[in-house]
């Protein structure tokens, strides 16, 4: 079945520096979401990318779809430490309708 | 976006016994999932409800473990039965609009489950 493969699995910054997490899917992508969760909470949709070569901003957030679409990006420029949680990807193709999440990348920002 | 109204949010429950958990929409949605995520991980899709129709189950999911009930297009239960620590974790109930721009899939809050 569909993979989607998420790095790093976890990452320290201190407050200020930029942060990408990577998702790299091993069929291609109809589309690819972005969800945030919050320790302790429930994952929150962010964003979704459907063209190949998309990029799309929300403000200190860029996401990006590869040229390929087997292959996404969540970069944050300058983190806070509002932007604490864990990110999650989640592919959606291989004839499934139904997304499939990828690990996620844990962010702790050091004040 | 829907509003998921999920509970019990939290629960310490006895092997063997049984739990369910119940998801309210506030507005009317086709599907329902539900999705398991322990501590750490990732969401894992156990089922998917449709109003009128039984439960879609993914592989390594079962309803006899897993029954699920959708009466009408607001409301789902999933019962975990004759629990063992195994199933500790945190179970969530989702819903997916359609309509553009996309706007994801929506959790409920979570149910974390403790089986001692």
């Known amino acids: 079945g569909q993979q989607v493969m998420q790095i790093p699995q976890y990452q320290h910054v201190q407050e200020g520096e930029d942060f990408t997490t990577y998702c790299n899917s091993s069929t291609t992508l109809s589309n690819i979401q972005w969800y945030k969760q919050r320790p302790g909470g429930h994952p929150v949709f962010l964003i979704q990318?459907?063209?190949?070569?998309e990029v799309k901003k929300q403000k200190r957030l860029t996401f990006q779809f590869g040229e390929a679409k087997k292959n996404s990006s969540l970069h944050i420029t300058a983190t806070q430490t509002t932007d604490v949680g864990t990110y999650f990807c989640?592919?959606?193709?291989?004839?499934?309708?139904?997304?499939?999440f990828g690990r996620g990348t844990s962010l702790i920002v050091h004040p | 976006s829907a509003v998921i109204s999920q509970k019990p949010s939290r629960d310490i429950c006895q092997r063997g016994t049984s739990l369910t958990i119940q998801c309210q929409v506030d507005s009317q949605v086709t599907m329902m999932f539900w999705y398991r995520q322990q501590p750490g991980q990732s969401l894992t899709l156990i089922a998917t409800a449709n109003q009128g129709s039984e439960a879609t189950y993914e592989s390594g999911f079962v309803i006899d473990k897993f029954p699920i009930s959708r009466p009408n297009l607001t409301f789902s239960t999933l019962t975990v039965s004759n629990m063992s620590p195994e199933d500790s974790s945190i179970y969530l109930c989702?819903?997916?609009?359609?309509?553009?721009?996309?706007?994801?899939?929506?959790f409920g809050s979570g149910t974390r489950l403790t089986v001692v």
């Open positions: 990318l459907v063209k190949s070569g």
């Open positions: 989702s819903v997916v609009e359609t309509g553009f721009p996309s706007r994801g899939y929506t």
């Open positions: 989640a592919g959606t193709g291989g004839g499934s309708y139904i997304p499939t």
